[in-house]
């Protein structure tokens, strides 16, 4: 099983409501999204992701409703626990682990970056799996569980599709 965590792309500083929950993706981040997908895709390859689930905000939904058909995904699944001001989805992560499919979780800073540390950290180890001068938009961690009998319940860094690195 494999753990995509994203960041959703870049969005409009400010929404047409006001409401920050409502901010869109803008045009250059639509595309962003579209080249890491398609890289995603392709590290995979070609393999269909089972599972794309996002925060209800609205650049999350964009940003999963443009990575889900690009990576082969049924469907999105709009989940509370990945909103910006949600507790980690420790629970979510443990639930997907027992489907066994790989899933993409697309959510928000600070809490996309905390949720991959906290998914590497080994107690005394400090997340030293992840080595990220930043967890910029559309950024995604690719993670898979520690194997065994280190794993309890521990994954390390299997990749990272960086949006900066891609033409």
Same mark, same amino acid.
């Given at each position: ?37 398609? =890289? ?6 070609? !393999? *269909? ?6 925060? /209800? %905000? +609205? ?8 990575? +889900? &058909?690009?990576?082969?995904? @049924? ?18 992560? +443990? ?7 790989? !899933?993409? %979780?697309?959510?928000?800073? @600070?809490?996309? =970056? ?8 080994? /107690?005394?180890?400090? +997340?030293?799996? %992840?080595?990220? !001068? ?10 898979? &569980?520690? *194997? !065994? *009998? ?12 960086? *949006?900066?690195?891609?033409?």
């Amino acid at each position: 099983m494999h753990l995509y965590v994203m960041r959703h792309g870049p969005a409009e500083d400010r929404s047409a409501s006001g409401r920050d929950a409502d901010r869109r993706l803008t045009p250059e981040g639509r595309a962003r999204v579209e080249r890491v997908a398609i =890289e995603l895709h392709r590290v995979r390859g070609g !393999a *269909p992701l089972s599972r794309v689930l996002a925060s /209800p %905000l +609205a650049r999350a939904r964009e940003t999963a409703e443009i990575a +889900a &058909p690009l990576c082969g995904a @049924p469907e999105v699944e709009v989940r509370d626990e990945l909103s910006v001001d949600a507790e980690l989805p420790l629970a979510l992560v +443990a639930a997907l682990v027992r489907g066994g499919a790989d !899933a993409l %979780l697309i959510g928000h800073q @600070p809490n996309v =970056e905390h949720l991959v540390r906290t998914l590497i950290d080994s /107690p005394g180890r400090g +997340a030293t799996g %992840l080595l990220l !001068a930043s967890f910029c938009t559309a950024l995604v961690v690719a993670l898979e &569980p520690e *194997p !065994a *009998p280190r794993a309890q319940d521990r994954w390390r860094v299997a990749q990272i599709v960086d *949006p900066r690195a891609l033409t």
